[in-house]
């Protein structure tokens, strides 16, 4: 007996109840985004494995464990995009747009991470992510947030909190690095394996762990808000201050560290109790050093990211995708009429079935099983007419009317 067929584990089939609420979140981001002047580019999901190594880092989980990394029969090393930030970096490099003034973009499409599937974390998951390149200053980092913030709600998301840090810059994270990197090592003993690996790679990411014996050794651990300098700290001022004007809710997190290399000042993230331990709604950050690291010039960025399941999970239930109306032939005398009027009516924009034709009983049960709003039926006396018999499911009136008249009281 052949082996019963089944997705891969952790990568999961977009059936229509899911697309529906994928299709609501990609038409409120185009919508929202619109009107901060944001574009939506479209970016290659087979990118080269060197960019992400150069740009996330060679230490970081994503590129060491998660990414799905191959050589081609070119002999080319390339992979499935892991995250969206850096393939939009290089495409802003490769299209020569460093001297075109400030960029704004966003994206919608699969990323791919081997992770150990759990709630709201797959293996190939959608999002929606936002570049800004070329925008200076806290007022950008506010004003993006504002709009994150409008997005949620515009999706009606309810019980999601913004969390911020700054995570200081060149001049001055090396010196808190060294004081960190003390302090972790004098409490080695008593942190896991990871954090212990953490220590020399990549220290901040230590105390972003979720093991409670190891935040239990952390609970009074260098922060790096406490430490930047006077410009990151005029900047996290910059951006408070630009928070409260537009009335955008926030928190301090001195623990938001974001797992990935390229990060400095504004680190934030949109968080709710509603999803376990998968809690990140929406996340991101300021990252300025990465487009002069992959070969361009000095350039200020920020963006963020959203995993598209996570943000279904937490909308509410809306209207589901139906049938307006089902179209029945009564005889096969009316069936080429039937199927004029169901591709007349599909012309308005109504949603139509057609029941195939057959024996009548059958055709109705149908229109059931469809959940259908309305029948049209169609006998001889209608062909001759011109006209349709239209019935309503939920109250079971029924009356002879013209194609434009059932228009009306379907859109009415």
Same mark, same amino acid.
């Given at each position: 007996?052949?082996?019963?067929?089944?997705?891969?584990?952790?990568?999961?089939?977009?059936?229509?109840?899911?697309?529906?609420?994928?299709?609501?979140?990609?038409?409120?981001?185009?919508?929202?985004?619109?009107?901060?002047?944001?574009?939506?580019?479209?970016?290659?999901?087979?990118?080269?494995?060197?960019?992400?190594?150069?740009?996330?880092?060679?230490?970081?989980?994503?590129?060491?464990?998660?990414?799905?990394?191959?050589?081609?029969?070119?002999? /080319?090393? %390339?992979?499935?995009? @892991?995250?969206?930030?850096?393939?939009?970096?290089?495409?802003?490099? !490769? =299209?020569? &747009? *460093?001297?075109?003034?400030?960029?704004?973009?966003?994206?919608?499409?699969?990323?791919?991470?081997?992770?150990?599937?759990?709630?709201?974390?797959?293996?190939?998951?959608?999002?929606?992510?936002?570049?800004?390149?070329?925008?200076?200053?806290?007022?950008?980092?506010?004003?993006?947030?504002?709009?994150?913030?409008?997005?949620?709600?515009?999706?009606?998301?309810?019980?999601?909190?913004?969390?911020?840090?700054?995570?200081?810059?060149?001049?001055?994270?090396?010196?808190?690095?060294?004081?960190?990197?003390?302090?972790?090592?004098?409490?080695?003993?008593?942190?896991?394996?990871?954090?212990? /690996?953490? %220590?020399?790679?990549? @220290?901040?990411?230590?105390?972003?762990?979720?093991?409670?014996?190891? !935040? =239990?050794? &952390? *609970?009074?651990?260098?922060?790096?808000?406490?430490?930047?300098?006077?410009?990151?700290?005029?900047?996290?001022?910059?951006?408070?201050?630009?928070?409260?004007?537009?009335?955008?809710?926030?928190?301090?997190?001195?623990?938001?560290?974001?797992?990935?290399?390229?990060?400095?000042?504004?680190?934030?993230?949109?968080?709710?109790?509603?999803?376990?331990?998968?809690?990140?709604?929406?996340?991101?950050?300021?990252?300025?050093?990465?487009?002069?690291?992959?070969?361009?010039?000095?350039?200020?960025?920020?963006?963020?990211?959203?995993?598209?399941?996570?943000?279904?999970?937490?909308?509410?239930?809306?209207?589901?995708?139906?049938?307006?109306?089902?179209?029945?032939?009564?005889?096969?005398?009316?069936?080429?009429?039937? &199927?004029?009027?169901?591709?007349?009516?599909?012309?308005?924009?109504?949603?139509?079935?057609?029941?195939?034709?057959?024996?009548?009983?059958?055709?109705?049960?149908?229109?059931?099983?469809?959940?259908?709003?309305?029948?049209?039926?169609?006998?001889?006396?209608?062909?001759?007419?011109?006209?349709?018999?239209?019935?309503?499911?939920?109250?079971?009136?029924?009356?002879?009317?013209?194609?434009?008249?059932?228009?009306?009281?379907?859109?009415?």
């Amino acid at each position: 007996m052949a082996k019963k067929l089944q997705s891969i584990r952790g990568i999961h089939d977009g059936l229509p109840s899911e697309v529906s609420k994928w299709r609501k979140i990609e038409d409120v981001a185009r919508k929202v985004f619109a009107t901060h002047a944001v574009s939506e580019v479209r970016l290659p999901i087979l990118e080269p494995t060197e960019l992400f190594v150069r740009s996330v880092g060679e230490e970081t989980d994503i590129v060491s464990k998660e990414m799905y990394a191959f050589e081609d029969q070119g002999g /080319d090393n %390339i992979c499935l995009r @892991p995250e969206g930030t850096a393939g939009a970096v290089r495409a802003y490099l !490769q =299209a020569g &747009l *460093t001297r075109a003034g400030a960029q704004r973009w966003f994206y919608m499409g699969p990323m791919f991470r081997r992770e150990r599937p759990q709630k709201g974390r797959l293996r190939q998951f959608q999002q929606i992510g936002v570049e800004y390149f070329a925008v200076n200053g806290p007022v950008a980092d506010a004003e993006m947030l504002a709009m994150a913030q409008c997005f949620l709600d515009t999706l009606g998301i309810e019980k999601v909190r913004l969390e911020i840090n700054s995570l200081g810059c060149a001049a001055c994270r090396p010196a808190y690095r060294e004081t960190l990197v003390a302090y972790l090592n004098a409490r080695a003993e008593s942190l896991c394996a990871t954090c212990n /690996d953490r %220590i020399e790679k990549n @220290p901040m990411r230590v105390l972003d762990c979720k093991n409670e014996s190891c !935040q =239990a050794q &952390l *609970t009074d651990a260098p922060e790096m808000v406490a430490h930047v300098c006077g410009d990151c700290e005029t900047h996290f001022s910059g951006l408070k201050s630009g928070l409260d004007a537009l009335g955008v809710r926030y928190e301090v997190n001195p623990r938001i560290v974001r797992g990935l290399d390229y990060y400095n000042r504004t680190a934030f993230e949109f968080v709710t109790d509603q999803l376990g331990a998968q809690g990140t709604v929406l996340a991101g950050g300021r990252y300025d050093g990465l487009v002069e690291s992959l070969g361009g010039p000095a350039t200020t960025a920020v963006g963020f990211a959203a995993g598209m399941e996570r943000l279904a999970m937490l909308m509410p239930d809306g209207d589901k995708q139906g049938v307006d109306v089902v179209v029945v032939a009564l005889g096969d005398g009316a069936l080429p009429y039937s &199927l004029q009027v169901a591709s007349q009516l599909r012309a308005t924009g109504v949603a139509v079935v057609h029941a195939g034709g057959g024996a009548a009983k059958k055709q109705f049960k149908f229109a059931d099983r469809e959940g259908a709003l309305f029948v049209a039926v169609v006998g001889d006396d209608e062909v001759q007419q011109g006209v349709v018999a239209l019935k309503n499911l939920a109250t079971g009136e029924q009356q002879v009317c013209a194609i434009e008249q059932v228009v009306s009281l379907l859109k009415g």
